[in-house]
């Protein structure tokens, strides 16, 4: 063995503990990360509902809903399509105005729902998410193919929503949020398992790879949130 080739194999080694102590980083991020934007959209949704100068502008000017909806979108169209060209910081800046954002929309769910039956809804919630996003992790099946069809059914999920906007059937809002449900239970197992692989080939733990940790916290944190809202309908008490 030449001293070339020893060297290539200390390289190899040191590069496959780096990626080796990378992976466990990587995923307490991507779940701290994605617990503290719940956190801060809950806090903004309370805060929002709670404070009578912001719910009336709100109420008077329901049409910048529509403004929130619109920046919304675009931050994560933006987060996804800038991830290589922006830095941590600003990724992350941006993911916290997201959750922001989502607060103030979601602070009329308090107008709407009990608190009692939130709260339950949330507890619910998290139990079916923890407990589907440990399914994808420890899973040895691969789950891909299961998400393409999940993927086609999100898709035809919203458009039939589209439609019931007009249609406005109650009975086929019942229907899609079960459907919902079924969708997003499967896509968080399907996302773990998809940020578990992705991470497994992470070659350290840097601000570059932090940033895809950010995009997983973002996946996790959309499913989450879709999630709560299917089951709101399906058991939420409203005022």
Known sequence: MDYEEMNYQTYARDRQLEA??????LMRKTYLWMTMALVITGLTAYVVATNQAITSFLVLHHQFIWVLFIAELALVIGLNAAINKISLPVATLMFIAYAVLNGI???????VYTMGSLATTFLITAGTFGTMSLVGFFTKADLSSMGKILMM???????ATVVNIFVASSALEMILSYVGVLVFVGLT???TQKIKQM?????????????????????LYLDFI????YLLRIFGRRD
């Open 189 to 191: 197992a399907y996302d």
């Open 20 to 25: 080796s102590l990378a992976f466990p980083v």
């Open 199 to 219: 991470f497994m080939m992470a070659p350290d733990a840097s601000a570059s790879t932090q940033k895809y940790a950010l995009l997983g916290a973002l996946t």
């Open 226 to 229: 879709n999630l709560f809202l």
């Open 153 to 159: 059914a999100l898709i035809g999920l919203i458009i």
């Open 105 to 111: 929309t979601f602070s009329s769910l308090f107008y």
